[in-house]
């Protein structure tokens, strides 16, 4: 008999001719998560778990889609997608002890509710910014074509989210890669407030898919036959001809964005109508009419996951509250790099800077063969500097690729192949064009090995710098943008042969590495260059010359304008400090130059405040304070953008004020 007060004909559930023991593998997969968060909300009242983003009415999407999915597949969920953890089914206890930030759980305590990736599992979750989490299924997604693995992976977002830049990115980009991805959007009424009238203005999310070429489909996302049926169906299309789909989930969020937010901004009559179609009611009651369950086993469900729910929220319960060392904090900050040292052979070439770093690229190449190359106009056309030009003849196109105008997307892209075991480099086709891609750099890549102990095994190439006229949004050295961010690795070499060793180890570290080229170094400095595979470690300044007098510290072209200054000065004993890289910094070697010179200038080519010199100044002021003869001196450019015609930008730089700063060190 069809239970009291449950009209489950608001939704139209089809004959799919499935075996009933699917049916009811679907009922209790969505049970499962509805008990739970029944579960969370009393334990959120009681302030046993600190915040909560309910799912409650969603469950069919979460439950259909895992189900239609293969176990080895990826899913990247969102904070309402409980049902995709408990379908893969991670132990209760390890999820309760995530929500409590106890050890069983999977970010040490560092991250909260589903912000946690397992690759146990095939789960990647989300990061509050949401949108970058697109760009890492596209990575995903293109590892395993690349790895000829007929495989597909899911993401989800919400309505709101495909109003971020990163949406309209990720599917611009797997559409011209043919990647096999599903672009799963709950559309569910609400981006907390907001409801979709002032989030787009198509009528459908789903239209949005006909402007990225690629198929899109709505679906009734209370409906769990459909969900899984229907995603089943594009699933296995998608696993033989790779190609992106977008999938619109017609839903409701029937509690607040989080549970402190509340559900007062949403009409009486509107929450009534989804009340009404609720997925797990309506299922039941069609499961019933149909003889398929009944009550006496739909009690043994509840009474089962219920017991379930209790004996591991005890297990979560008697955990002892983590405790970490300050040691292990910072260990945890970095994949743990084991430096191998390949050693220069005798056989040089003279060579330019922008020679040096080709030649580290291909070798690279050669020495991991599934090392992939992105960025705008890298292929064909060689990149703007040539610097690959080369490299898709000898590499071929999957492995040097073109990308859309889209850094954002393509960084998240690049953690998407790390996260698949695939290493990967992106250009920047300007330093500057990286403010386009800086979430995914230091909200994703930075932050991914502390968080969940997934490495981010990307470099991102940085040509940069003033002294070649491209004025405001062509030449700024922003290395300091990142030197800030825990989790990043900057270098940022002066001379061919350093440029070349210092790339090769960029490629042998798992960690992110942002790898700075001068623009104004490429064609202007030789070097004899070794020409075997050879790797120089990071954290280690290099003495350009060796003095007692004054330590100057400097690193890319304000390595050389030192240089050249100091030809002014034939009889000064000067320490010239080379940083070669800023993160990690060799800061003990210029502690111990300035204890021995007991003066030291630091020039970098950054504007100074915030700079790389003034962080140096302050920790030299700190560590050697009783053996300085003088002020610390900073020289750094001028406070204003970077202009573009000579001689304002020769005003600019510091390279003409060296002299000036020096002669008041040493004479002080």
Not at 114 to 135: A, N, R, W
Not at 137 to 146: P, Y
Not at 595 to 619: C, M, P, W, Y
């Amino acid at each position: 008999m069809k239970p009291a007060n449950t009209d489950f004909s608001s939704i139209n559930y089809q004959n799919t001719n499935l075996p009933n023991s699917t049916l009811l593998k679907l009922y209790r997969g969505m049970l499962k998560p509805r008990l739970i968060e029944e579960k969370m909300l009393i334990l959120l009242r009681q302030g046993k778990v600190s915040k909560w983003f309910s799912g409650i009415g969603q469950e069919a999407i979460s439950i259909g889609v895992t189900m239609a999915m293969q176990e080895d597949e990826y899913i990247l969920p969102m904070h309402r997608n409980l049902g995709v953890f408990t379908a893969r089914e991670i132990p209760l206890y390890r999820l309760f002890s995530q929500w409590q930030g106890k050890a069983n759980g999977f970010t040490k305590g560092r991250d909260r509710s589903f912000h946690f990736g397992t690759q146990e599992y095939k789960i990647v979750g989300m990061i509050s910014h949401l949108g970058p989490q697109l760009g890492v299924a596209d990575g995903i997604a293109l590892a395993h074509k690349l790895k000829n693995e007929n495989k597909l992976t899911a993401v989800f977002t919400g309505e709101g989210g495909t109003s971020e830049g990163d949406f309209h990115e990720a599917l611009n980009i797997a559409s011209v890669w043919d990647l096999p991805v599903l672009f799963c959007v709950e559309n569910n009424g609400y981006g907390l407030s907001t409801p979709t009238t002032e989030q787009y203005r198509c009528k459908n999310i789903m239209d949005r898919g006909i402007g990225y070429g690629m198929e899109a489909y709505q679906i009734d996302g209370n409906n769990i036959l459909e969900v899984f049926t229907k995603v089943s169906e594009i699933a296995e299309s998608v696993r033989e001809n790779p190609r992106p789909v977008l999938l619109e989930f017609i839903t409701f969020r029937m509690r607040g964005h989080e549970e402190a937010s509340g559900t007062k901004y949403v009409p009486e009559d509107l929450m009534k109508e989804w009340a009404a179609k609720d997925p797990l009611s309506n299922f039941k009651a069609f499961l019933i009419e149909n003889n398929i369950l009944s009550e006496e086993v739909n009690k043994g469900y509840i009474k089962d996951i219920k017991a379930e729910i209790n004996e591991n929220l005890q297990l979560a319960f008697d955990e002892e509250v983590i405790v970490s060392s300050e040691s292990e904090e910072l260990n945890d900050v970095y994949q743990k790099f084991e430096y191998q040292h390949f050693e220069e052979n005798k056989e040089v070439e003279n060579i330019r800077f922008i020679d040096a770093i080709a030649e580290g690229l291909k070798q690279s190449m050669q020495q991991h063969d599934d090392l992939v190359l992105m960025g705008q106009d890298i292929a064909d056309y060689g990149g703007v500097f040539k610097i690959t030009e080369n490299s898709l003849a000898d590499f071929g196109k999957d492995r040097v690729r073109n990308t859309p105008i889209c850094e954002s997307g393509i960084v998240a892209a690049a953690m998407g192949l790390s996260i698949k075991g695939i290493k990967s480099m992106v250009e920047m086709q300007f330093a500057d064009f990286v403010s386009s891609g800086f979430n995914p750099v230091v909200n994703y890549l930075a932050k991914v090995h502390y968080r969940w102990n997934q490495q981010a095994d990307v470099v991102i190439r940085m040509p940069c710098g003033a002294g070649v006229g491209a004025g405001p949004f062509h030449s700024q050295t922003n290395e300091a943008w990142f030197t800030k961010t825990p989790g990043l690795k900057v270098v940022y070499p002066a001379f061919p042969k350093d440029a070349k060793g210092l790339l090769n180890t960029a490629f042998n570290d798992p960690n992110p590495v942002l790898f700075f080229e001068h623009k104004a170094l490429y064609r202007s400095i030789r070097q004899e260059v070794p020409t075997n595979y050879y790797t120089i470690p990071f954290g280690k300044a290099a003495f350009i010359q060796e003095g007692h007098e004054v330590t100057i510290v400097a690193y890319g072209a304000a390595v050389h304008w030192a240089m050249e200054a100091l030809l002014e000065f034939p009889d000064l004993s000067v320490d010239l400090i080379d940083l070669r890289t800023l993160q990690p910094l060799d800061i003990d070697t210029v502690f111990t130059s300035v204890k021995k010179t007991g003066r030291v200038l630091i020039i970098n080519e950054d504007s100074i405040f915030g700079s790389i010199a003034s962080d140096i100044a302050a920790q030299v002021a700190e560590e050697c304070f009783e053996y300085l003869d003088a002020p610390i001196k900073r020289l750094g450019s001028m406070e204003t953008p970077i202009p573009f015609t000579q001689n304002l930008e020769n005003q600019y730089l510091p390279k003409n004020r060296i002299n000036e700063k020096l002669k008041e060190l040493i004479t002080y």
